[in-house]
């Protein structure tokens, strides 16, 4: 009795094990349209999701119940100057943590366009300019700034007094005991940290493309054949002729490092933004950069960055090179949100006007010489690199 279970056990474990073969060679996998090479540079976009680093300076980057105040604090009015406006107002998750405008509105009319927030904890610096070395500073300067919150130290610490759940809540975790006696700046400082904490947790999911990396990762035609073949011919276009790769790489398809690509920088008669020149001034100037006494975690590989930065002419007209995710979700594009669609970003940069670039050393961007169809596929491209 027990043999024949022992056999009939192997006759189905060997069918099972034909079955699954003989399966695998009828499928027929798509010709690839992939080197290796160019299968080794689709790797380097992966895998995904991925390791967030904790906020540089911030005790209270990772912690559940930071998080959570944080996560309240994000939508609350009280920390604009006329009560008028929280982060929400312009960073709502239902378009990426971004707003829709082309230019932001706050309290005065901005000349850049809001930012999303997902995966913002990957970034090394802070806005278009990178002008904030971390998540905390980036958190302050918008409450504080004339144009966006207009908000002032005092009346924020005073309002922020008045909130109970704050101070039990850091109580209770064990955070802080005694934040109700800190000092203006001390408490505003803190708040901030934990709306930090809570940016770091918006993270995006999984998209076609990650979908199309894990398939090409595992050698799994079935998956492979999932992901649209004109997604595949853009994606071949984005790694090869058009060198998008080269400033656009790694999971997030973002070097964190600052470029000129040609976008105008006139905001107005005579007036300029300087981009990246402007946000080097910003971060070494800022009382709450790494450097400064609100360091919370003093790591010295993080102060590293903002001790080396230097300002040179060529930082004129730079800007960080933004994210490729959840395009679908941020659109109009660019710092000034120039571009309303991904096939008008397509055309910026296939018809570039090379003349137009300020700073020596981006010799990578150059007209490209792609059909319309070409572009239309690096569109599709783009388009499933959001959830
Ligand atoms: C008036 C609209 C507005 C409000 C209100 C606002 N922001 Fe922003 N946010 C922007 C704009 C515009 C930028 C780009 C700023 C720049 O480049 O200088 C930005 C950029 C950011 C960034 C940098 C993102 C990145 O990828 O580097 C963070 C973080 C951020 N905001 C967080 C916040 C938080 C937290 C609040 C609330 C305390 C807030 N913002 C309130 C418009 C706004
Ligand atoms: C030299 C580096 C570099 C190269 C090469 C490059 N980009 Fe960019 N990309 C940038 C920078 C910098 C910005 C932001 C410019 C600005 O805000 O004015 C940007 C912005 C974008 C945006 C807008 C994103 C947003 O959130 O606003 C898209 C989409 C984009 N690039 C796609 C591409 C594609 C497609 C290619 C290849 C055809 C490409 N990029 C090549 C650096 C580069």
């Not at 010709?31 to 540079?41: G, K, N, Q, V």
């Not at 009346?155 to 000092?183: M, N, V």
């Not at 055309?347 to 239309?376: C, V």
């Given at each position: 009795?027990?043999?024949?279970?022992c056999?009939?056990?192997?006759?189905l474990?060997?069918?099972?094990?034909?079955a699954?073969?003989?399966?695998?060679?009828?499928?027929?996998?798509?010709?690839?349209?992939?080197?290796?090479?160019?299968?080794?540079?689709?790797?380097?976009?992966?895998?995904w999701?991925?390791?967030?680093?904790?906020?540089?300076g911030?005790?209270?980057?990772?912690?559940l119940?930071?998080?959570?105040?944080g996560?309240?604090?994000?939508?609350d009015?009280?920390?604009?100057?006329?009560?008028?406006?929280?982060?929400e107002s312009?960073?709502?998750?239902?378009n990426?943590?971004?707003?829709q405008?082309?230019?932001?509105q706050?309290?005065q009319?901005?000349?850049?366009n809001?930012?999303?927030l997902?995966?913002?904890g990957?970034?090394?610096?802070?806005?278009?300019?990178g002008?904030?070395?971390s998540?905390?500073?980036?958190?302050?300067?918008?409450?504080?700034?004339e144009?966006?919150?207009?908000?002032?130290?005092?009346t924020?610490?005073?309002?922020?007094?008045?909130?109970?759940?704050?101070?039990?809540?850091?109580?209770q975790s064990?955070?802080h005991?005694?934040?109700?006696?800190?000092?203006?700046?001390?408490?505003?400082?803190?708040?901030?940290?934990?709306i930090?904490?809570?940016m770091?947790?918006?993270?995006?999911?999984?998209?076609a493309?990650?979908?199309?990396?894990?398939?090409?990762?595992?050698?799994?035609?079935?998956?492979?054949?999932?992901y649209?073949?004109?997604?595949?011919?853009?994606?071949?276009?984005?790694?090869g002729?058009?060198?998008?790769?080269?400033?656009?790489?790694?999971?997030?398809f973002?070097?964190?490092?600052?470029?000129?690509?040609?976008?105008?920088f006139?905001?107005?008669i005579?007036?300029?933004?300087?981009?990246?020149?402007?946000?080097?001034?910003?971060?070494?100037?800022?009382?709450?950069n790494?450097?400064?006494?609100?360091?919370?975690?003093?790591?010295?590989?993080?102060?590293?960055?903002?001790?080396?930065?230097?300002?040179?002419?060529?930082n004129?007209?730079?800007?960080?090179?933004?994210?490729?995710?959840?395009?679908?979700?941020t659109?109009?594009?660019?710092?000034?949100?120039?571009?309303?669609t991904?096939?008008?970003?397509?055309?910026?940069?296939?018809?570039?006007?090379?003349?137009?670039?300020?700073?020596k050393?981006?010799?990578?961007l150059?007209?490209?010489?792609?059909?319309n169809?070409q572009?239309?596929?690096?569109?599709?491209?783009l388009?499933?690199?959001?959830?």
């Amino acid at each position: 009795m027990k043999n024949l279970t022992c056999k009939l056990v192997i006759v189905l474990l060997l069918n099972l094990i034909f079955a699954h073969t003989g399966h695998a060679d009828t499928k027929t996998a798509e010709p690839s349209i992939f080197s290796d090479d160019e299968i080794r540079r689709i790797l380097s976009f992966g895998p995904w999701p991925t390791t967030m680093p904790q906020d540089a300076g911030n005790e209270f980057s990772g912690i559940l119940a930071a998080e959570k105040l944080g996560e309240k604090l994000f939508s609350d009015t009280d920390l604009s100057g006329d009560k008028t406006l929280s982060c929400e107002s312009c960073h709502q998750a239902a378009n990426g943590f971004a707003d829709q405008q082309p230019l932001s509105q706050g309290v005065q009319q901005h000349v850049r366009n809001t930012q999303g927030l997902l995966n913002v904890g990957m970034q090394r610096w802070f806005g278009w300019d990178g002008g904030a070395d971390s998540l905390w500073s980036a958190t302050l300067r918008p409450m504080l700034s004339e144009i966006e919150m207009a908000g002032d130290i005092q009346t924020i610490a005073t309002r922020l007094r008045t909130k109970h759940y704050l101070f039990e809540t850091l109580k209770q975790s064990g955070l802080h005991d005694k934040a109700l006696s800190l000092p203006d700046e001390e408490l505003v400082v803190l708040a901030a940290k934990t709306i930090a904490a809570y940016m770091r947790k918006l993270n995006s999911g999984t998209t076609a493309f990650d979908r199309y990396y894990t398939a090409l990762n595992n050698n799994d035609i079935d998956g492979q054949n999932q992901y649209p073949k004109a997604a595949k011919r853009g994606l071949k276009t984005f790694i090869g002729d058009a060198n998008c790769h080269v400033c656009h790489f790694g999971p997030n398809f973002s070097n964190g490092e600052f470029h000129d690509i040609g976008r105008p920088f006139f905001t107005d008669i005579g007036m300029v933004d300087p981009g990246r020149y402007a946000g080097i001034k910003r971060v070494r100037d800022d009382r709450y950069n790494l450097l400064g006494t609100y360091n919370g975690t003093a790591e010295p590989s993080e102060i590293r960055k903002t001790n080396s930065v230097k300002l040179v002419q060529d930082n004129f007209g730079q800007w960080r090179t933004p994210s490729l995710r959840n395009l679908r979700l941020t659109a109009p594009y660019m710092h000034d949100g120039s571009l309303s669609t991904l096939r008008e970003v397509v055309d910026a940069y296939a018809d570039i006007d090379t003349s137009r670039l300020h700073s020596k050393g981006e010799s990578i961007l150059k007209p490209l010489d792609l059909s319309n169809s070409q572009r239309n596929d690096l569109v599709e491209f783009l388009q499933t690199l959001t959830e």
